[in-house]
């Protein structure tokens, strides 16, 4: 939109609907809004959406921002939408294990709350206090812990979304068993705010595991790593995570060894995770390096680092991809990713998660161009493949979302119904819609 | 329509034994396992079964080309109508689409055409050590492709999830004859999630044409218990407090008395007919934690007044135990010539006054209800009975659920748990929908059929639409606008 037609009249309008804030701290690939408000209430954000709608005004839904490094280059940035005052939990039924929260709630306020009643979502977060419960919805980042849980979209039981129209759309509801019209809440999960801004979530939530322990086991190579990590995933054991880590990645999460890692969570009753912990212990030990097992803070810090290394923060001199592949064919895909930047000066580290089938791999370099080269590689292994962040001139001319996506025609019917005026940030989202 | 031209057209592409327009031969696909009383009969014009995603994209573009209506149908055991075609127009049924395409053991998937029975997927993958875990009461008959339209549940999702939980991919053909993938075998593939918004939308975005089905693990460990209890309200609450205890039951059913003599007098399953109601509730998962989890269920259950808990260990025992909850529909024929089933959920803690509701309705409306159903998720099936013939009885019928849904929607709940909306819920819908949330729905079916050519008549209730909402939009922008409205 041009400099005018933001007129004074639409500023003004729009700072008396809610507290404006300094754009130059929502930069979105280097990109500064004109404006960032923060509306007060849901009906405050539904007018701001007229307006913006009206104006034609490109608006960015924000909330932590601690994923941003997700999403194509925006085609336009004019406003800012700052949703963490809207992060009431409005309703708690802990003997129904329900909750519904707005989507500016954190995780960390969330899970406390949960928490009090021996109850929580179970998330891999490794900023709770920042992340909010709505940005890990739209961006439909969910970690290793999916293995056990699922991923968070199968935990969500309803939605309510403010359309650019203004109109308020809501699915789903406060029950955990519903097949009462449509799933409004796939439709908006992982659809990076494009469609509608999410303004509250229902969940249901999980009995908090009175324990945990992760087994570690070392290993000389990745094939063994790998053959150790499937036969648990085989096994009838039930850990709740999975995952390989390159041994030098491990230093990252406070472990140092050569070779790769396999990291296998347990979460429950005590003696049950105990137990678990021995046999997983069992099925891994053939061919191990080292074996140990971590218990309760220990082990849960390790999968907060583990969090922290596979999300979408955005990073200075490097790229961040995840590739989805078949578990069993994982190892031979970190051998592809390897492959695939030889000959660059890029460093490469992975991280494997064999519960629920995706690798990732963070690439250093000081040369843009190889980085760039590279996830041009990176982009076409695997079942599909994504740019988690990167800095912006690696993701100009690209898809950040990898190869086109089967059924981007009904994507882009839905974009054109649901945002006619291509207001919700245009351009970030798969196909640049 | 010329329908000589149509009928000629489909033949070639189905071959003979693929087109059925024989009025007598149609009867049969008038009707689904919907309530004649209450969802009608509806004859399509003309009944295809293909055996090729290719012949159903042929079959699509047919129906694009003389504007007809397109209605997909799997085993019709569906109870809300969702395979009726209202409108006439092409029923497409996809029984002979059933092959089993491949099972991957390692990675703990499955690729099957939609016409495969749910049972049977599971007792091919049984010997292997895997199961597809949705498990609704029609198992035995129903389809893997009707599962995904009415996104199935069962008794086993408490623990395990509903069908959108347990697909992963779907080969679909679209309304405007485009065939594609959705999804696959590793998560998060990018864009809108299609599968997640294909799974439960009754047929009406497309013709789902393979579907990609993760297989669970068969358990180490299973125990089944039995346990009796005085009535419904004390089954209740050790209900809760199993679930409040963090104990997740793989399973946790209950019946009340009407049922469980309807089941003793049918099949002799060894209920205790003294009881007012019964739980039954399977544990599975590793050795260790099932049988503590069993002794501190059996402890609960007799803490809140349970008279008897038996425990199944052997298979044989559980498939006992087991058999007169899956076979209590068949035995209500036992009771009264019809019955008509309820299938709605409230917050679990919701269950022992909408317990009492329908208990009161029951007296209120001289109708007696069975009551069996999936207490650990707040599913409950009240089964209505009555006699079609006898005069003035249907109509207490209709009041009777149109008052169990209303005092449902009222504690929270919903329209349905698990059976859909389709064709006899639909004008509910507005007990829990406002006209904006409806719009918003309908603009997603708009997305994928334009033309809105596919299952028409199901879901959005009767004379649904979005003209007025926009109209008062538009003024809204134009009074912002200052422009006139004319």
């Known amino acids: 939109m041009s400099e005018q037609a933001l007129s004074r009249q639409a500023l003004e309008h729009l700072a008396t609907l809610g507290e404006l804030h300094e754009p130059a701290s929502y930069q979105v690939d280097g990109v500064v809004p004109r ?399 | 329509m010329d329908r000589q031209s149509l009928r000629e057209r489909l033949l070639r592409v189905v071959g003979p034994d693929g087109v059925i327009d024989d009025p007598d031969e149609l009867l049969v696909y008038e009707y689904d396992a919907s309530d004649e009383v209450f969802a009608g009969h509806h004859r399509p014009d003309i009944t295809v079964l293909p055996r090729t995603a290719e012949q159903v994209q042929e079959i699509v573009k047919l129906a694009n080309e003389f504007g007809l209506p397109v209605t997909p149908r799997g085993a019709g055991t569906g109870l809300a109508g969702a395979a009726l075609a209202v409108r006439g127009g092409i029923l497409v049924v996809m029984t002979r689409m059933n092959r089993v395409l491949e099972i991957n053991e390692r990675d703990g998937y499955a690729v099957v055409e939609p016409g495969v029975i749910n049972l049977e997927l599971s007792q091919l993958t049984q010997p292997r050590g895997y199961f597809f875990a949705p498990d609704p009461a029609s198992q035995r008959a129903c389809t893997i492709g009707g599962n995904v339209a009415n996104n199935s549940g069962g008794p086993h999702c408490l623990k395990y999830g509903v069908t959108s939980n347990h697909i992963l991919g779907l080969e679909v053909v679209l309304p405007n004859g485009e065939r594609i993938w959705t999804g696959g075998p590793a998560p998060e593939s990018p864009g809108v999630d299609l599968t997640g918004v294909l799974v439960g939308s009754e047929g009406t975005l497309g013709i789902v044409t393979k579907v990609m089905v993760r297989l669970t693990r068969v358990p180490e460990t299973v125990n089944v218990l039995l346990a009796a209890f005085p009535d419904l309200e004390t089954a209740s609450q050790a209900t809760s407090s199993i679930i409040a205890a963090g104990i997740l039951p793989a399973a946790l059913e209950m019946m009340d008395q009407l049922t469980i003599q309807a089941v003793e007098a049918a099949f002799h399953a060894g209920y205790p007919q003294d009881a007012g109601a019964v739980l039954l509730i399977e544990l599975d998962g590793l050795t260790e934690i099932v049988v503590e989890d069993a002794e501190r269920v059996a402890a609960l259950c007799h803490q809140y007044g349970a008279r008897e808990v038996r425990v199944a260990r052997t298979p044989r025992e559980r498939e006992l135990l087991w058999l007169g909850r899956k076979s209590a529909f068949g035995a209500m024929g036992r009771l009264s010539p019809n019955y008509y089933l309820v299938d709605t959920t409230v917050p679990r803690t919701r269950l022992p006054s909408t317990m009492r509701t329908v208990e009161e309705l029951s007296r209120e409306y001289r109708l007696r209800i069975a009551n069996v159903f999936h207490a650990g998720d707040g599913n409950l099936h009240p089964l209505i009975l009555f006699d079609r013939l006898r005069p003035g009885e249907v109509e207490r019928v209709l009041r009777c659920t149109t008052d169990i849904l209303q005092y449902c929607v009222d504690v929270g709940g919903t329209l349905s748990g698990e059976h859909g909306i389709g064709f006899e819920k639909r004008d509910a819908m507005t007990l829990i929908f406002t006209t904006e949330d409806l719009c918003a729905m309908a603009g997603l079916k708009r997305s994928f059929d334009p033309r809105e050519l596919f299952n028409p008549e199901k879901i959005f209730p009767s004379g649904f639409s979005c003209a007025e909402v926009n109209a008062v939009r538009q003024q809204a922008i134009a009074q912002r606008l200052g422009i006139e409205f004319v």
């Open chain 1, 35 to 433: 404006l960032a408000v923060a509306p007060p209430s849901v009906n405050a954000l539904q007018e701001i959406l007229r307006v913006a709608s009206e104006a034609g005004l490109a608006t960015v839904p924000w909330a932590g921002g601690t994923q941003m490094g997700l999403g194509n280059l925006p085609r336009a940035f004019d406003l800012a939408l700052d949703l963490r005052r809207l992060n009431a939990i409005v309703q708690y039924e802990p003997d129904d294990l329900t909750v519904a929260v707005q989507a500016g709630c954190t995780v960390g306020e969330l899970n406390a709350r949960l928490g009090a009643h021996g109850q929580m979502l179970p998330l891999d977060c490794a900023t709770p206090d920042r992340t909010t419960i709505g940005g890990l919805v739209a961006t439909g980042l969910s970690g290793p812990r999916r293995y056990g849980y699922g991923a968070l979209r199968d935990l969500l039981i309803g939605i309510t979304v403010v359309l650019p129209s203004g109109q308020l759309s809501r699915g789903g509801g406060m029950v955990v068993k519903n097949v009462s019209g449509y799933d409004m809440m796939r439709l908006h999960y992982a659809a990076l705010g494009s469609l509608g801004v999410i303004v509250q979530l229902n969940f249901k939530v999980i009995p908090k595991p009175r324990s945990e322990r992760t087994v570690i086991a070392a290993y000389h190579g990745l094939a063994e790593a790998s053959d150790a990590a499937l036969r648990v995933r085989f096994s009838q054991l039930a850990p709740t995570a999975i995952v390989l880590i390159e041994g030098r990645a491990a230093r990252a999460v406070g472990l140092e060894v050569p070779g790769w890692i396999a990291a296998v969570r347990c979460e429950g009753p005590q003696r049950a995770v105990e137990r678990q912990a021995d046999r997983i212990a069992e099925v891994v030990r053939p061919a191990t390096t080292r074996l140990s097992i971590l218990e309760g803070h220990s082990s849960q810090q390790l999968w907060s680092q583990v969090a922290s290394e596979i999300g979408a923060s955005p990073l200075v001199g490097a790229i961040r991809v995840r590739i989805g592949q078949n578990p069993s064919d994982l190892a031979s895909l970190a051998c592809e990713i390897k492959r695939a930047c030889s000959g660059l000066a890029v460093e490469v580290v992975r991280w494997l998660d064999i519960g629920s089938g995706l690798g990732y791999a963070t690439l250093c370099s000081p040369h843009e161009p190889d980085l760039r080269r590279a996830w041009e590689r990176l982009a076409r292994l695997g079942l599909h493949a994504t740019l988690l962040s990167a800095p912006a001139a690696i993701k100009a001319g690209t898809d950040v979302f990898g190869r086109e996506p089967a059924g981007l025609g009904v994507m882009r019917a839905l974009k054109e119904t649901f945002d006619p005026n291509g207001i919700l940030n245009p351009g970030r989202f798969v196909g640049s819609l």
